[in-house]
Nanobody
């Protein structure tokens, strides 16, 4: 059983930056591909970014491409989401999720493990 704990959320102004972290425990981190999702009030949970374990291949939702960067440190069992040029529409609870290596990562229904989320608020 994999446990995931997010941190790094907070309040920033438009154009600011935040770095989210997600610490994993209870499993072999390198055996899991990782993803970030977010959920704004009144909206469905949506895919943000993902990073594969093998090769560190990353992919992003179009709405964050060029502004957000996912990375991982397998030695620290941690995945990161660097968020730059933040906009008010980025305001949401951000969740870290994990699935076994090679799994689809863009559909929240298919993810195996979830953290409890961290709130990001961007003010104009």
């Amino acid at each position: 059983q994999v446990q995931l704990v997010e941190s790094g959320g907070g309040s920033v102004q438009t154009g600011g930056s935040l770095r989210l972290s997600c610490a994993a425990s209870g499993g072999t981190f390198s055996m899991y591909d990782m993803a970030w999702f977010r959920q704004a009030p009144g909206k469905e949970r949506e895919f943000v970014a993902a990073i594969r374990s093998i090769g560190g291949y990353t992919f992003y939702a179009d709405i964050v491409k060029g502004r957000f960067t996912a990375s991982r440190d397998n030695a620290k069992n941690t995945v990161y989401l660097q968020m730059n040029s933040l906009k008010p529409e980025d305001t949401a609870v951000y969740y870290c999720a994990a699935s076994p290596r090679g799994s689809p990562l863009t559909n929240s229904q298919g993810m195996n493990y979830w953290g409890k989320g961290t709130l990001v608020t961007v003010s104009s």
